[in-house]
């Protein structure tokens, strides 16, 4: 199992940036990709973006999040983050790290994925 820690949201004004992290520990050498998925109130969560832990580190993002967001790990430290640029009040959310063990591919289903942090708020005003 793979303990995740995220940090790094808060508030602010649309236009703004906010870069988060995760930080994972225990058994994390078989994982395969890291993701971050969010979920504002009353919808149900949604993949955000993705990246393949091993060499190569392959990305892919939502349609709604393209050239505004940009997804990174450090391997030596174990951390994913996410880089949240020109920030939309519908980007409010909790927003998750979650770790796949093993495949090939994508994954944007929260299903696909084994573990999960916390989430931490993410709240952009007008």
């Known amino acids: 199992q793979v303990q995740l820690v995220e940090s790094g949201g808060g508030l602010v004004q649309a236009g703004g940036s906010l870069r988060l992290s995760c930080v994972a520990s225990?058994?994390?050498?078989?994982?395969?990709?890291m993701g971050w998925f969010r979920q504002a109130p009353g919808k149900e969560r949604e993949f955000v973006a993705a990246?393949?832990?091993?060499?190569?580190?392959?990305?892919y993002y939502a349609d709604s999040v393209k050239g505004r967001f940009t997804i990174s790990r450090d391997i030596a430290k174990n951390t994913v983050y996410l880089q949240m640029n020109s920030l939309k009040p519908e980007d409010t959310a909790v927003y998750y790290c979650?770790?796949?063990?093993?495949?090939?591919?994508?994954?944007?289903?929260?299903?696909?994925?084994?573990?999960w942090g916390q989430g931490t708020q993410v709240t952009v005003s007008s």
């Open positions: 979650a770790a796949r063990r093993g495949g090939s591919g994508y994954y944007s289903n929260p299903d696909e994925y084994d573990d």
């Open positions: 225990g058994r994390t050498f078989n994982t395969y990709a």
């Open positions: 990246v393949r832990w091993a060499a190569g580190s392959s990305t």
